[in-house]
T-cell receptor, first 110, second 116 residues
Framework: RKEVEQDPGPFNVPEGATVAFNCTYS??????FFWYRQDCRKEPKLLMSVYSSGNEDGRFTAQLNRASQYISLLIRDSKLSDSATYLCVVNKVGYSTLTFGKGTMLLVSP | EADIYQTPRYLVIGTGKKITLECSQT?????MYWYQQDPGMELHLIHYSYGVNSTEKGDLSSESTVSRIRTEHFPLTLESARPSHTSQYLC???????????????FGPGTRLTVL
C-alpha cells in the first residue's frame, strides 16, 4: 500500500462550485499533514497545514480523520485561479522528511 | 515569502558532462532536501540533509551526490550526465530558522535539466 494515496482526477468543475478532495495515508503514527498546491511546471507551495480539529482558511477547509487515516480538502466558490494540482503531504514517521501524494488535478472552467 | 534559490533554472547538456545544480536559502533553515519530478508525476525525495556535514539518501535511488558544507548551501552534482537524468530537480528547506517555526517545506523554483 502506498504511503499517501490520492485520486489523480482531473476534477472538472464550473466556477462557483464546491469541490472536495480526499487523501488516505498508511502510517497511523503520522503526525504532520499538509495540503500543497502545484501549478503546471512550477514548484509546490504550501496551501495549508491540517490540524486535528480541522481548520479553515478563507474558501479552503481541511479536515483530518485519524481513525480512518484520511485527510480532506474542501474548496468553496471555486475560482479559475484554483486550477492546479493539489498535493496531500504527510510526514514520514521516524524521519525528518515528508511524503508527497501524486496529487489531484483540479480544472475550474468559466 | 520563502527565500530559496536554484540555479540554473534551465540546463541543456550533452551526455557525459559533469553538472552541479545549486541551491541556496537565506532563512537559516537546518534541513534541506532535493526532489526529482518528471512531468505529471509525483515528487521523489533523492537526498536530504539535517545540517552541516550531514547528508542522507532519499526514497528514490539516484546517481547524484550532494554536499552540505554551509548551512545555506546544498548543491547537487552529477558526475556524468545521461539522458535518463532528464527531469526537474526541486530543492526545499525547513527548520526553525529566521522565518519559520514549523516543519513546513519551502521549495525553490526548480532546475529543469535536459541531457541530450
Amino acid at each position: 500500500r502506498k504511503e499517501v494515496e490520492q485520486d489523480p482526477g482531473p476534477f472538472n468543475v464550473p466556477e462557483g462550485a464546491t469541490v472536495a478532495f480526499n487523501c488516505t495515508y498508511s502510517n497511523s503514527a503520522s503526525q504532520s499533514f499538509f495540503w500543497y498546491r502545484q501549478d503546471c511546471r512550477k514548484e509546490p507551495k504550501l496551501l495549508m497545514s491540517v490540524y486535528s480539529s480541522g481548520n479553515e482558511d478563507g474558501r479552503f477547509t481541511a479536515q483530518l480523520n485519524r481513525a480512518s487515516q484520511y485527510i480532506s480538502l474542501l474548496i468553496r466558490d471555486s475560482k479559475l485561479s484554483d486550477s492546479a494540482t493539489y498535493l496531500c503531504v504527510v510526514n514520514k514517521v521516524g524521519y525528518s522528511t515528508l511524503t508527497f501524494g501524486k496529487g489531484t488535478m483540479l480544472l475550474v472552467s468559466p | 515569502e520563502a527565500d530559496i534559490y536554484q540555479t540554473p533554472r534551465y540546463l541543456v547538456i550533452g551526455t557525459g558532462k559533469k553538472i552541479t545544480l545549486e541551491c541556496s536559502q537565506t532563512m537559516g533553515h537546518d534541513k534541506m532536501y532535493w526532489y526529482q519530478q518528471d512531468p505529471g508525476m509525483e515528487l521523489h525525495l533523492i537526498h536530504y540533509s539535517y545540517g552541516v556535514n550531514s547528508t542522507e539518501k532519499g526514497d528514490l535511488s539516484s546517481e547524484s551526490t550532494v554536499s552540505r558544507i554551509r548551512t545555506e548551501h546544498f548543491p547537487l552534482t552529477l558526475e556524468s550526465a545521461r539522458p535518463s537524468h532528464t527531469s526537474q530537480y526541486l530543492c526545499a528547506s525547513t527548520g526553525r530558522g529566521h522565518f519559520s517555526s514549523t516543519d513546513t517545506q519551502y521549495f525553490g523554483p526548480g532546475t529543469r535539466l535536459t541531457v541530450l
